[in-house]
């Protein structure tokens, strides 16, 4: 089987480690020196920055940041022969879907919920899917065979797959990701001349602010094509603080109390082991 | 030497399991339940409800939530010989200082940094303190005597001792630790239908709420204690938000990126590992 990578960063490059021996990967980046390294750390079998490389693929895996995908296609389809399944592995799903779905009906998105802080060639990992979820977003019209195709490609690196229409991925993702995320990047706002007590930054505030070092392309493109949700929540989450606010300004021990109580419920709930 | 603990929860008892076969420990806690499991676990070596029970201790640690401190104090002092040195755990020291100072000449605040997110007797264990820092907030009278005796005390649990004022304390508590407590509580207000969803909530959302299972009598007199401090930074953060938003809904791609480009360099200093 011979599949077409485009984009050798942390998923690209995980996914082409992952599928060592069972795969014959075509690398594609703009960066020949990544494309080098892979090449010699025998991750991809050949490779280049050409888009025409791809030609003769069973499959291809678009792994560019969300702003780069639609385009990335546009340059990527002309190659490939007519049903080749295609997808990406963007974080958002719907606008991505809307475009190449258009262009190209053997197409259906992926995300691999499998992301960390450290991006890049260098960060991946032959395990990064294994036991981690991987929602595939399928249109109306997306045809079975596709989905099954990258259904087994995900489910071959040990991925838990799960569908989901793209519009309703991007709403879940807007509360359990791109909010997390813009929250502690936020946080850094007030986190200014921290350095002098660096030997104080525990846990609780380590946890917290970790997804805080994560890409900055990567997340702009994120909260921009999944603006709509995004801006929402944060209204949602502005009111909320304000409530809170009032509560400690009016000095309202039961009203707080009551408040945090029911945060703490949900979070338990959430998770039962309470980590 | 006989050590007082009045409050037998996580941080309680964690002091008097540390200190076990170094200290013969009184457990003074209003609930008969755990001083007797505390008894029968053989932490303490004698315990009750009634703080005369402290009568001729050599020092004395007060482990309760920041609203009962000052109150647990007044109940306690009638029965201690005089010079007795006292401390309490409490997270916020600016206001317990001032108040306890003025009755107790050998009182000095500590603040051992060794939450989690359980709390209560069956929480508690030996190596809590361990390579953990301790905050010790002098006042101007306090006597050195004073605050060597508990410098000496959190040293022997393993502690990190740190030596600084108390309204400072406050500043870089609020920063630290109180603003994302409350940033995490509310995210919760978001997380209304999230269970249906469970085995997606990976790893940037579990740590990002692991805090908001948190303590609600504990956190409630912590936002009220150190309210001056977390409202500003409320403020600032709602601002930072504010921003954000603009960027995303003017659209504006160098902008978003800069700024989260800025936070992401501010985390990635604070722990150069990038952890």
Same mark, same amino acid.
């Given at each position: 089987?011979?599949?077409?990578?485009?984009?050798?960063? *942390?998923?690209?490059?995980?996914?082409?480690?992952?599928?060592?021996?069972?795969?014959?990967?075509?690398?594609?980046?703009?960066?020949?020196?990544?494309?080098?390294?892979?090449?010699?750390?025998?991750?991809?079998?050949?490779?280049?920055?050409?888009?025409?490389?791809?030609?003769?693929?069973?499959?291809?895996?678009?792994?560019?940041?969300?702003?780069?995908?639609?385009?990335?296609?546009?340059? #990527?389809?002309?190659?490939?022969?007519?049903?080749?399944?295609?997808?990406?592995?963007?974080?958002? !799903?719907?606008?991505?879907?809307?475009?190449?779905?258009?262009?190209?009906?053997?197409?259906?998105?992926?995300?691999?919920?499998?992301? !960390?802080?450290?991006?890049?060639?260098?960060?991946?990992? =032959?395990? *990064?899917?294994?036991?981690?979820?991987?929602?595939?977003?399928?249109?109306?019209?997306? =045809?079975?065979?596709?989905?099954?195709?990258?259904?087994?490609?995900?489910?071959?690196?040990?991925?838990?797959?799960?569908?989901?229409?793209?519009?309703?991925?991007?709403?879940?993702?807007?509360?359990?990701?791109?909010?997390?995320? #813009?929250?502690?990047?936020?946080?850094?706002? #007030?986190?200014? $001349?921290?350095?002098?007590?660096?030997?104080?930054?525990?846990?609780?505030?380590?946890?917290?602010?970790?997804?805080?070092?994560?890409?900055?392309?990567?997340?702009? $493109?994120?909260?921009? $094509?999944?603006?709509?949700?995004?801006? !929402? *929540?944060? $209204?949602?989450?502005?009111?909320?603080?304000?409530?809170?606010?009032?509560?400690?300004?009016?000095?309202?021990?039961?009203? *707080?109390?009551?408040?945090?109580?029911?945060?703490?419920?949900?979070?338990?709930?959430?998770?039962?082991?309470?980590?």
């Amino acid at each position: 089987m011979k599949i077409a990578v485009i984009g050798l960063g *942390l998923i690209g490059a995980s996914l082409a480690k992952s599928l060592a021996g069972r795969a014959e990967i075509t690398g594609i980046d703009r960066d020949l020196d990544v494309v080098g390294m892979a090449m010699r750390d025998g991750v991809i079998s050949r490779g280049g920055d050409d888009p025409s490389l791809a030609r003769g693929c069973d499959m291809a895996v678009i792994a560019l940041p969300v702003g780069s995908i639609v385009d990335a296609a546009g340059s #990527l389809l002309p190659h490939l022969d007519p049903d080749t399944p295609l997808t990406d592995t963007g974080s958002t !799903k719907a606008r991505i879907a809307r475009e190449i779905e258009s262009l190209w009906p053997c197409f259906v998105g992926s995300h691999p919920i499998a992301g !960390k802080e450290k991006s890049g060639y260098c960060a991946s990992q =032959p395990d *990064l899917f294994a036991g981690r979820p991987c929602i595939i977003t399928p249109g109306l019209h997306t =045809p079975q065979g596709c989905i099954h195709r990258f259904r087994q490609l995900w489910e071959s690196c040990g991925s838990h797959v799960t569908i989901m229409d793209p519009v309703q991925h991007d709403r879940l993702m807007a509360v359990i990701s791109h909010m997390p995320h #813009l929250l502690s990047f936020a946080s850094m706002g #007030l986190a200014g $001349d921290l350095h002098i007590h660096r030997g104080l930054l525990g846990a609780g505030f380590k946890d917290f602010t970790r997804i805080a070092a994560s890409d900055p392309v990567m997340w702009r $493109d994120i909260f921009l $094509d999944n603006s709509g949700h995004v801006l !929402k *929540l944060l $209204d949602d989450y502005v009111r909320e603080l304000g409530l809170i606010r009032k509560l400690i300004e009016g000095r309202d021990a039961a009203g *707080l109390e009551e408040r945090l109580r029911t945060y703490s419920n949900i979070r338990r709930n959430l998770y039962e082991d309470n980590q």
